[in-house]
């Protein structure tokens, strides 16, 4: 069962920092981005914090099972990469709510006087 952990952890945690990668490169011009991207974004990361705290009590239980050091550093290995899971998780999180209200739904969803009041408030930057 770890084999197959540690690959889908591997598996979801490649995606999770590949979309920060992404996210991040839209911090200047969250314009390109839309709502239902932010959208797909949060309802994964939401599943997968509902699974964090199962792996976490499946490294408890591995850890009181443990016999061979090999089956330790394993363990280890995994713990390590479900905290860099749910690191990469949170940032995605954070990462959508730093553009909400400012995709370009939202843009297109403000009346004239809400987009230059936007604007010259420097809540939203023209596009570059």
Known sequence: MLPA?????NGELQINESLV?????ARDKPHVLDD??????????QGQRELLPVYRQQIERW??????????????????????HAASTEELMMLVGEFRGKTIDSILGMSDAELALA?????????R
């Open 5 to 9: 952990l540690t690959a889908a952890i």
């Open 21 to 25: 990668r992404k996210l991040g490169g």
């Open 36 to 45: 239902e991207t932010l959208e797909r974004v949060e309802r994964m990361c």
């Open 63 to 84: 850890s009181t099972e443990a016999r061979s050091d090999a089956k330790v550093k394993a363990i280890r290995e995994f713990s390590s990469r479900v905290e860099r």
């Open 119 to 127: 604007y010259l408030s420097g809540q939203i930057k023209p596009p």
